[in-house]
Nanobody, 114 residues
Framework: QVQLVESGGGLVQAGGSLRLSCTPS????????MGWYRQAPGKQRELVAT???????SYGDSVKDRFSISTDTGENTVYLQMNNLKPEDTAVYYC????????WGLGSQVTVSS
């Protein structure tokens, strides 16, 4: 099993920035990929960004050029830097990891006010 500990999130005005962090219970390099998904009220969970253990990165279309995912192997932590936030980015953000199956964090609320 993989436990995921998230931090970050909160309330920010439109145009502002936030950073989410996620630390897995296994070494990042042993996980096939890690990433972030988000779910807004009344909507399906959607991809935000993922990064594989080989460094391949994917972004959801709505966050390209504004969000950036990265890993710090020394800290064994994955980061999601979110810039130029918009009200439509308001959602619960879930850290995820794939290690033979999908694992999820508890989620972090991100609220962007207009």
């Amino acid at each position: 099993q993989v436990q995921l500990v998230e931090s970050g999130g909160g309330l920010v005005q439109a145009g502002g920035s936030l950073r989410l962090s996620c630390t897995p219970s296994k070494r990042i390099i042993s996980l096939f990929f890690m990433g972030w998904y988000r779910q807004a009220p009344g909507k399906q969970r959607e991809l935000v960004a993922t990064i594989t253990n080989r460094g391949t990165i994917s972004y959801g279309d709505s966050v390209k050029d504004r969000f950036s995912i990265s890993t710090d192997t020394g800290e064994n932590t994955v980061y999601l830097q979110m810039n130029n936030l918009k009200p439509e980015d308001t959602a619960v953000y879930y850290c995820s990891a794939f290690y033979f199956e999908m694992y999820w964090g508890l989620g972090s609320q991100v609220t962007v006010s207009s």
